[in-house]
């Protein structure tokens, strides 16, 4: 069974940094790219950033780009989410996700990805 487990999230001054994990029992582990999203209160989930099987592709939200980096240790079967200068708007419910096969490219869709880890909380304060 795949599990998706992330962590490393928190509460946060704005302007502060975290680093979010996702580790996974998918095997392979490099036969799935991965994203992640989020989701904040009365707001519908959205796109974040997704990296591919490799790691040689990256891509952004717009909202997070340039102060987000995503990277991955296929190794370890971990994911990561280095997010800096955080603000108060990035507050949300952090999920990883992982979707299957090489070559299909990066995608923001949440429907594209066939697993989901459970969530992990951000809180920015002002």
């Known amino acids: 069974q795949v599990q998706l487990v992330e962590s490393g999230g928190g509460l946060v001054q704005a302007g502060g940094s975290l680093r979010l994990s996702c580790a996974a029992s998918?095997?392979?582990?490099?036969?799935?790219?991965m994203g992640w999203f989020r989701q904040a209160p009365g707001r519908e989930r959205e796109f974040v950033a997704a990296?591919?099987?490799?790691?040689?592709?990256?891509h952004y939200a717009d909202s997070v780009k340039g102060r987000v980096i995503i990277s991955r240790d296929n190794a370890k079967k971990t994911v990561y989410l280095q997010m800096n200068n955080l603000k108060p708007e990035d507050t949300a419910v952090y999920y990883c996700a992982a979707r299957y096969g090489r070559g299909e490219g990066l995608s923001v869709l949440d429907q594209a990805y066939n697993y989901w880890g459970q969530g992990t909380q951000v809180t920015v304060s002002s």
């Open positions: 998918v095997l392979p582990f490099s036969y799935y790219s």
């Open positions: 990296i591919s099987w490799s790691g040689s592709m990256t």
